[in-house]
């Protein structure tokens, strides 16, 4: 029904910047929120940034003066700014939005199949 496709991971050395996209495609009305969560090994998925239709964001303290997220509502894309890369931003990126589906206004989450991020020197 809706599909997100996340591009943009890598190997990336300490210091280095990287930028992740997500679309969004399928029947989709509108979406609402969209987000970046990460998983580390052997750690939980947590939230990294998000962002509402409106453009309000908010970012995890670890990653705040670093990262930046920002949409496209006409391409029904997000994107994640990742600069001054650390060994612990290393992860597993998942995109998340919450779409109002065409023809009903059923309101889901989904989400990507995740990209990797490697920082590493």
């Known amino acids: 029904q809706v599909q997100l496709v996340e591009s943009g991971g890598g190997l990336v050395q300490p210091g280095g910047s990287l930028r992740l996209s997500c679309a969004a495609s399928?029947?989709?009305?509108?979406?609402?929120?969209m987000g970046w969560f990460r998983q580390a090994p052997g750690k939980q998925r947590e939230l990294v940034a998000a962002i509402t239709s409106d453009g309000s964001t908010n970012y995890a303290d670890s990653v705040k003066g670093r990262f930046t997220i920002s949409r496209d509502n006409a391409k029904n894309t997000v994107y994640l700014q990742m600069n001054s890369l650390k060994p612990a931003d290393t992860a597993v990126y998942y995109c998340?939005?919450?779409?109002?589906?065409?023809?009903?206004?059923?309101?889901?989450?989904?989400w990507g199949k995740g990209t990797l991020v490697t920082v590493s020197s």
């Open positions: 399928g029947r989709i009305r509108s979406i609402n929120g």
């Open positions: 998340n939005a919450e779409v109002a589906t065409i023809p009903d206004y059923s309101v889901m989450e989904y």
